[in-house]
C-alpha cells in the first residue's frame, strides 16, 4: 500500500479513513488532496489509539489536575475579592491556570490521536516559464516606460530620493535643540559658593579629613543641570598627601579637594569614596580616581582624570570656587577638547 | 467504580461545582487572612529612645553626685559606689523617673540623670571652668552637632569631664547623646587592653606594624570595633577586618573605650541614638545620597578596590550605624560636620527600620542585589522550568 | 452542500435532514464559505502536520510570554503615568512620604502598593519580559545548531535576529519607566553611550533627550516606544515570521518517513491545538506563580531618580542587558583625542561596535555559511549537530564569547560572593573573554567529532587484553574475546535512512462493528 519512488520520496502512507462518511480510504495520493483527512471515530486503527494504555487512568489523572487548575481560578477570584497580597494572587492563578495548562496538554499528548500523519510539501517554487515571465513582467514593462520616458523616470528617483532624506529631518532635529556649547558648560563660575543638597554652605571648619560631601553651585543644588552636570564632589584629605600638579597649586585649600562627581566614562556619579586608599570609585564599572594627584584614573574603563574644580576659602571662611571647570565634565564626545572654559573664563 | 462514578453526568457537574464552591471559598478566606495592609513601620515603642533602646548604655562604677536643678522640677541623684550597674534614665525636664531596664546580672540600681541645657552644673566654677577646657580639648571642627561637643548645645559634666554632649537642649531632646563610660571602668578596660589588644597595638596603644596607634581615636571608633567583632582582628594583617560574634560584651567594650580615651581624650565619644520624632523618609533621602554609593542602596554591601568591601547593613545596632557615619572606619568616609545629629538619627532610622526590615510584598527578596538574582531565577526556573515542560510534552527525536 | 431551504430547522433532526450528517454545523460551516469562501483552506489549515520533537517547542514559550506581555502591559498602561513632573508622595509607603519624585515613579509605587493585584501584574509583566527574551535566545540556539535557518528560511532567521534585537531594546525601556535609581543610571549610561558616537553622538542625544542630560522628556518618549512603536514593529514581523512558517512548513529532523519533501507529526486539530493551548496556559500559569512569589523591581525600595547625583553599588542591568554592560567593564581605557576632537573607543566599541560586528554576524550567516560550504540547495530535513561539527562549535565559541560578557557585568557582586579582590576579577574576565571562546570552540568541535563516531576508533569500546605470563616468566598480552558490544559493527555510525518504508496498517472495516474491548480502553462508537 506504500511506494516509495526515488526523487519523490514515500506517498502517504497511512491507511486511515477517508472521506468525511468514515469509509476506508486508499492509500493513494490523490492529486487533489493536500493532505490526510482524519478519520472519525476510528479507534481500532493504530494510529487513533491514544499514546497511554489506560486512558480511563488517564483521563482520571488529568480531570484531578482539571480540578486543581479549575479550583485555583476561582480561589484566585476570591482571593482577588478580598484584596489578598500578591504571593496569595500569584499562586492561585499560576496554579490555577498551570492545572488548566497541564490538563489540557496531557490530554492532547496522552488521549488524542497522535498519529503519526503525514503532510506533503508542495514545492515552493513555480514552475520555470511562470518564473520567466514574472521577470519579463518585470522588465519589460519596466523597460517600455524607463526607456520612453527617461526624463521622467529620472526626475521621480531624484525627487523620490530627497524626499527620504528631507523626511528624516522632522524625524530627527525636531526632537530637541542642537548641542552648541552646551557640554562644555556647567554652571560654576569664578567666586561661586559651594552647597549641599540643602542649601547649606560648606565652611572651611565643617569637615575633617577623611570627610566627603557632594556640592553643587549655589542656587543650582535642586536644579536638574545642577544635579547631573554640576556635581562635585568635595573631599578633605590631609594636606600633606597631596600631590600638586603644575598650575593647580591653590587649587585645594587646606586639604579641601573638589572634583567632578560624574564619571569621564559613561557619566555614573562617582559617590564611593575609600578614605584610606584615597581612591574614589566609580560604581557602575569601577573606575578608580586617584584622589590625591588629580583624580588620574588608576584602574578600570575611564580614559581621563575627574576635571578638578579649582577652590578659594574666602574672607569669612566658607569654600568657593576660583572659576568654573577648565574642561567639559562627564564622558567623552566627538567635539571634545581638553579645553574649555578655563581658568580665567567665565563665558564661552 | 470511578468510572462509574464519572460516567454519570449528574455527578460530574455536582463535582465541578461543589469544587468551584470549595475553592471559591478557600480563596476568600485565605485572602480574608492575608490582606494587603498598607506599608506600618515596627512599632516605635520599641525603638523609643526614652530608656529602652538597644543601645541603652550600662554602665558600671560610680555616679559621684551632680544634682543639676532644671528649670521645672525636680530631680534626685543617687549617689553608689561600687559596682552596681544603674542605667542613666533620660527624662524631659519636670518628670520624674521612668522605667529602666536592667541590663546586667549584677544588682541594678536606678539613677537618674537628668540635666537641664547649658554647660556643666551650677556645682561650682571650678567644675565649669574644668569641663569648659574639656570641651576645648577634645572638640574637633564640625560646625553644628557633628558628633564633636563644641557645636553641641547639650553638655554634661560629672566631677570636671565632660560625660555627655547632644544637639538637643536636653538629654533627651537630642537626636543623639554622646556619653562616656565612667572612670570606674577604666582599670577593667586596661586589664582587657593589656589581655587582648596590646599584642598588636602596644602596651600604651602607640601602635605596630601590625595595627595602627589608638591614642586619640575616641571612645566611639573603640566601640564600634569591639561590638561589631572586627576586633580583635581574626587576622591582623588582612587587608580589611570581617565582621564577627563579638568576644566582648557592650560593658567589656565600653570599658575597653574608656581606657583608651584615658590614654588621649578624643571625641565623638559613644552615640546614643534617640528614635523619637526620625523622619525615615529624610534618612532614605540621605542614604540614597551618601551611603548607597558604597553599600548598596538596600545595604546589601559590596566588594571594593584592592580587596576592600562595604558590609553589608543588614545586623548593624542602631549605635553601631551613628558610630561608624562619626568616626569612619577603616576605608569608610569620616561624616562630620556634613551631617548633623538629626541627618544621622534618620539616617540611623531608615537603615534599622527599612534596610534591615526591608518590605518585600512582591515575594522572595533574592538578595536585594537586583537583576543578577533576579535574571538568575527568570534564566533557571522560568525558561529552565518551561523547557523541562517542552521536553516532557514532546518528542525525543 | 449548500441549501436555499429558507424553513430554520429547529430540531437536530430537522437540522441533519436540512443539510445532512452534520447539521447545525454543516449549516455554519455553509454560511462561512459563502462568504469568506474558507472550507478547503480551513481543512488544510486544520490537517496541518506539526513535528514532535520537543526543541520545536521553544519558540511557543517566547510567543506565549509575549502574549502575557501584552495582557499584563495593558493593565500596566491604564494606571501608570509617562511623566517626569515633580509631585510629592502621600501614600502607602513611608519612606517615601513627602518625597519629590516624578508621576512616573509616583504612578509605578501607587500601582505596586494601592491598586488591586497591580504589583502582581507588574512583576508577571517584568519576569515575561526577561523569559520572553531568553526564550528568544534559546529557540534562536535551537535554530543554529540544527541548521534551520538555511534556505528557504534565511528571510525567516533575519527576521528572528530583528526580532531579539526588538525585544531587548523593549527591554530596557520598560524597566526604565519607572524612573527610579537603578534603571536612571541605565539612562544616564544610554546617553553617555550616544554621545561617544563619533560626528553625530551628541546630536543624537540632545535629539533623543531634547536637550542635554537629563532633560525632561524621556520617559515619555521611552513610554510611547515601549508600549506603541516597538510593539507594532514586533507584532508585524512575529505574523511575518508565523506567516513564514505556515507557508514553508515546519522544518523536521531525519528519521523514520521523513522526507524533503514530507512533514511527519501530528495534526493542527485536535492534538497539537491542544497540546499548544495547554502550553500557553502553563506558561502563563508558571510567570503566575514567579510573579507571586518571586519579588522583582522593588522600586520602592530603590528611590526615586530625581537627583542624578545619586547612585547605588551593586547595579546591573537586566540580564539581556548584562552582555553590554560586562564588555563596558573590561574594555581598556583607550580614548582617542587628538585634532580638536575626542573619539572614546572605550564606550564606542563595546557598546556599539561590538554589538553591531555581533548581530551583523547572525544576520550575515546564512549567507556566509551557504558561501562556505557551497550549498545553495533546499533544506527541511534539520542536521543533527555533531553532523556540523565547524558549524555548532562556532556558534559554541560565539555562545561562550556572549556568556563571558555577561558573567562580567557581575564583576563586583562575583567579586563579593566569592571573596576576590575586584581588580583581579576584571582582569579574570579580560583575559577568560578571549580564553573562553576558544576552548570552548575547541572542545565543542572534538566533541562533536567523538559524537559522530567518526574515524581513529574514536567512540568505540576498546578491546581488552590479557596479560598472561609464562612459568619462565615471560608475560604475553592477547587482545580478549570479543564481547557483546565489541566490534565495528555495533559501533559504526550508519547514515540515517532518508527514506523508509511505513508498513501497511491494517483498519478494521467500516460499519462491520469490530467488538471491541471495553477493558483494552476503546469504546464503541455509536452511529
Known amino acids: 500500500m506504500s511506494t516509495t519512488t526515488p526523487g519523490h520520496g514515500p506517498v502517504n502512507t497511512t491507511t486511515v479513513g477517508g472521506a468525511a462518511n468514515g469509509d476506508v480510504a486508499t492509500s493513494e495520493v490523490d492529486g487533489h488532496r493536500t493532505s490526510v483527512p482524519m478519520p472519525v471515530g476510528r479507534f481500532d486503527d493504530p494510529h487513533q489509539q491514544p499514546l497511554t494504555r489506560h486512558p480511563r487512568r488517564t483521563e482520571a489523572f488529568i480531570a484531578v489536575f482539571m480540578l486543581i487548575g479549575i479550583a485555583g481560578v476561582a480561589a484566585f477570584g476570591g482571593a482577588y475579592w478580598q484584596n489578598a497580597t500578591p504571593w496569595i494572587l500569584g499562586v492561585t492563578f499560576g496554579i490555577g491556570l498551570f492545572g488548566l495548562g497541564f490538563g489540557l496538554t496531557a490530554w492532547g499528548k496522552y488521549l488524542m490521536p497522535r498519529g503519526p500523519f503525514v503532510e506533503e510539501r508542495h514545492t515552493l517554487a513555480s514552475e520555470p516559464d511562470e518564473r520567466e515571465a514574472m521577470a519579463a513582467a518585470l522588465v519589460d514593462r519596466t523597460g517600455i516606460v524607463v526607456k520612453r520616458r527617461r526624463l521622467l523616470g529620472g526626475l521621480l528617483a531624484g525627487g523620490l530620493g530627497i524626499f527620504g532624506i528631507v523626511a528624516l529631518f522632522p524625524l530627527l532635529r525636531s526632537l530637541g535643540p542642537l548641542p552648541g556649547n552646551t557640554l562644555n558648560e556647567t554652571d560654576w563660575r569664578k567666586g561661586t559658593r559651594l552647597v549641599d543638597i540643602n542649601g547649606r554652605r560648606v565652611h572651611k571648619d565643617s569637615m575633617m579629613p577623611g570627610g566627603l560631601l557632594t556640592v553643587y553651585p549655589e542656587g543650582f543644588q535642586n536644579t536638574d543641570s545642577g544635579q547631573a552636570v554640576d556635581q562635585t564632589v568635595l573631599i578633605r584629605v590631609q594636606e600633606t598627601d597631596l600631590t600638586t600638579e603644575k598650575g593647580r597649586e591653590t587649587w585645594a585649600p587646606t586639604g579641601y579637594v573638589a572634583y567632578s562627581k560624574m564619571c569621564t566614562h559613561l557619566g555614573c556619579p562617582v559617590g564611593l569614596y575609600e578614605r584610606e586608599l584615597e581612591l574614589l570609585v566609580c560604581p557602575c564599572h569601577q573606575s578608580m580616581f586617584n584622589v590625591r594627584n588629580g583624580a588620574v584614573p588608576q584602574f578600570g574603563p575611564a580614559p581621563r582624570p575627574l576635571p578638578q574644580l579649582p577652590l578659594y576659602i574666602d574672607s569669612q571662611g566658607y569654600i568657593r570656587s576660583q572659576d568654573g571647570y577648565n574642561q567639559a565634565v562627564g564622558p567623552g564626545f566627538w567635539e571634545r577638547t581638553n579645553q574649555g572654559n578655563g581658568p580665567g573664563t567665565t563665558e564661552t | 467504580m470511578i468510572r462509574g462514578l464519572f460516567g454519570n453526568r449528574y455527578v460530574r457537574s455536582v463535582a465541578v461545582l461543589a469544587t468551584v464552591g470549595l475553592s471559591g471559598l478557600l480563596g476568600l478566606t ?45 530631680s534626685t541623684t543617687t549617689t553608689t559606689t561600687g559596682t552596681t550597674t544603674a542605667t542613666p534614665t533620660l527624662t524631659t525636664a519636670g518628670s520624674t523617673a521612668t522605667a529602666t531596664t536592667a541590663t546586667s546580672p549584677t544588682a541594678a540600681a536606678t539613677s537618674t540623670i537628668s540635666a537641664s541645657g547649658g554647660l556643666g552644673s551650677r556645682f561650682g566654677l571650678s567644675t565649669v571652668l574644668a569641663c569648659k577646657r574639656d570641651i576645648e580639648a577634645i572638640s574637633f571642627p564640625g560646625g553644628a552637632n557633628a558628633g564633636s ?43 582587657l587592653f593589656e589581655q587582648t589588644c596590646s599584642s598588636c597595638h602596644g602596651r600604651e596603644a602607640e601602635g605596630s606594624n601590625a595595627a595602627p596607634p589608638l591614642k586619640g581615636v575616641g571612645p566611639a571608633t573603640v566601640d564600634f570595633w569591639v561590638t561589631t ?121 531608615y537603615v534599622t527600620q527599612y534596610i534591615q526590615h526591608p518590605d518585600n510584598p512582591g515575594g522572595a527578596g533574592l538578595g536585594g542585589i537586583g537583576p543578577v538574582t533576579e535574571g538568575f531565577v527568570a534564566l533557571l526556573f522560568g525558561v529552565g522550568g518551561f523547557m523541562l515542560i517542552c521536553f516532557w510534552i514532546g518528542d525525543r527525536a | 452542500m449548500s441549501t436555499t431551504d429558507t424553513t430554520r430547522p429547529r430540531t437536530r433532526r430537522e437540522a441533519r435532514e436540512a443539510h445532512g450528517r452534520y447539521g447545525r454545523v454543516q ?62 508622595y502621600h501614600g502607602a509607603y513611608r519612606p517615601l512620604d513627602g518625597i519629590h519624585m516624578t508621576q512616573a515613579y509616583q504612578s509605578t509605587v501607587n500601582l505596586s502598593f494601592s491598586v488591586r493585584s497591580g504589583l502582581l501584574m507588574r512583576q508577571m509583566h517584568h519576569w515575561s519580559a526577561d523569559i520572553f527574551i531568553a526564550s528568544i535566545v534559546v529557540h534562536m540556539a535551537r535554530i543554529f545548531f540544527t541548521g534551520a535557518f538555511r534556505k528557504p528560511r534565511e528571510l525567516n532567521w533575519t527576521i528572528g535576529i530583528t526580532l531579539l534585537i526588538l ?129 522583582i523591581n522593588p522600586i520602592w525600595q530603590f528611590g526615586p531618580y530625581t537627583d542624578a547625583s545619586k547612585i547605588s553599588y551593586a547595579v546591573q542591568p537586566d540580564w539581556y542587558m548584562g552582555f553590554l554592560d560586562g564588555a563596558l567593564r573590561i574594555m581598556p581605557s583607550w580614548e582617542w583625542t587628538g585634532w580638536g576632537h575626542t573619539l572614546p573607543w572605550e564606550v564606542f566599541f563595546p557598546a556599539v561596535i561590538f554589538p553591531g560586528l555581533l548581530f551583523n554576524l547572525c544576520f550575515a550567516w546564512p549567507f556566509l555559511e551557504s558561501k562556505f560550504t557551497k550549498d545553495t540547495g533546499l533544506h527541511n530535513l534539520l542536521d543533527r549537530p555533531r553532523d556540523r561539527p565547524k558549524r555548532t562549535a562556532a556558534g559554541a565559541a560565539v555562545f561562550a564569547l556572549v556568556f563571558t560578557l555577561f558573567a562580567a557585568s557581575s564583576t563586583d557582586v562575583l567579586a563579593n560572593f566569592f571573596h576576590v579582590s575586584l581588580n583581579v576579577t576584571l582582569w579574570f574576565f579580560r583575559i577568560a573573554v578571549f580564553v573562553a571562546p576558544v576552548i570552548v570552540g575547541f572542545a565543542t568541535w572534538r566533541i562533536c567529532l567523538e559524537m559522530q563516531g567518526g574515524g581513529h576508533g574514536m567512540g568505540k569500546r576498546k578491546r581488552a587484553l590479557v596479560v598472561s605470563r609464562t612459568e619462565s616468566g615471560e608475560y604475553t598480552a592477547v587482545a580478549s574475546e570479543q564481547r557483546p558490544g565489541d566490534g565495528h559493527h555495533e559501533l559504526d555510525a550508519e547514515p540515517v535512512p532518508r527514506t523508509v518504508e511505513l508498513e501497511p496498517v491494517a483498519v478494521g472495516g467500516p460499519r462491520t462493528g469490530t467488538t471491541l474491548d471495553a477493558d483494552a480502553g476503546v469504546r464503541r462508537v455509536n452511529r
Request: charged share 10%.
Open chain 2, 229 to 349: 567583632g572586627r576586633m580583635p582582628a581574626a587576622t591582623p594583617l588582612q587587608e580589611q577586618a570581617d565582621r564577627k560574634p563579638a568576644r566582648y560584651d557592650k560593658q567589656q567594650a565600653q570599658a575597653i573605650a574608656a581606657f583608651i580615651n584615658s590614654l588621649d581624650p578624643a571625641a565623638p565619644y559613644i552615640p546614643k541614638v534617640n528614635m523619637q520624632g526620625a523622619n525615615v523618609a529624610t534618612g532614605a533621602d540621605l542614604f540614597a545620597l551618601n551611603c548607597a554609593a558604597c553599600h548598596t542602596i538596600t545595604g546589601a554591601g559590596d566588594e571594593l578596590a584592592y580587596g576592600t568591601f562595604a558590609p553589608s547593613l543588614h545586623v548593624a545596632t542602631a549605635r553601631q550605624i551613628a558610630e561608624a557615619i562619626r568616626t569612619g572606619p577603616g576605608n569608610m568616609p569620616w561624616f562630620t560636620g556634613n551631617l548633623n545629629d538629626d541627618q544621622v538619627r534618620n539616617i540611623v532610622a
Open chain 3, 167 to 295: 525585544a531587548i531594546l523593549n527591554g530596557f525601556i520598560g524597566y526604565s519607566l519607572p524612573d527610579d535609581l537603578v534603571s536612571g543610571t541605565g539612562i544616564r549610561i544610554a546617553y553617555s553611550i550616544l554621545l561617544s558616537i563619533p560626528f553625530v553622538g551628541s546630536y543624537l542625544a540632545f535629539w533623543l533627550f531634547g536637550g542635554n542630560y537629563p532633560g525632561d522628556i524621556i520617559i515619555e518618549r521611552f513610554y510611547i516606544i515601549h508600549v506603541l512603536i516597538i510593539p507594532l514593529v514586533i507584532l508585524g514581523l512575529l505574523g511575518a515570521h508565523l506567516g513564514l512558517l505556515v507557508r514553508q512548513k515546519h522544518t523536521q529532523f531525519p528519521g523514520k518517513g521523513r522526507t524533503e519533501k514530507n512533514v511527519v507529526g501530528t495534526p493542527m486539530f485536535p492534538t497539537f491545538m491542544a497540546k499548544t493551548t495547554g502550553f500557553m496556559l502553563m506558561v502563563a500559569g508558571g510567570i503566575g506563580l514567579l510573579g507571586g512569589l518571586a519579588q
Open chain 3, 27 to 88: 449549516q455554519a460551516v455553509n454560511e462561512l464559505d459563502d462568504r469568506l469562501g474558507v472550507a478547503k483552506g480551513g481543512r488544510t489549515f486544520l490537517d496541518k502536520i506539526f513535528p514532535d520533537h520537543w526543541s520545536f517547542m521553544l519558540g511557543e514559550i517566547a510567543l506565549y510570554s509575549f502574549v502575557i506581555l501584552l495582557a499584563t502591559g495593558v493593565f500596566l498602561t491604564l494606571y501608570y503615568v509617562p511623566s517626569q513632573t515633580v509631585v510629592v
Open chain 2, 30 to 74: 485565605a485572602g480574608a487572612g492575608a490582606q494587603t495592609t498598607t506599608t506600618t513601620a515596627p512599632s516605635m515603642s520599641s525603638l523609643n529612645g526614652a530608656g529602652a533602646t538597644s543601645s541603652t548604655g550600662a554602665t558600671t562604677g560610680s555616679a559621684t553626685g551632680s544634682t543639676a536643678t532644671g528649670s521645672s522640677g525636680t
Open chain 2, 149 to 191: 561637643p563644641k557645636g553641641s548645645n547639650f553638655h554634661l559634666c560629672v566631677g570636671g569631664q565632660l560625660r555627655a554632649y547632644g544637639n538637643g537642649h536636653s538629654a533627651a531632646s537630642s537626636a543623639i547623646l554622646y556619653h562616656l563610660p565612667p572612670p570606674s571602668v577604666i582599670p577593667t578596660g586596661k586589664k
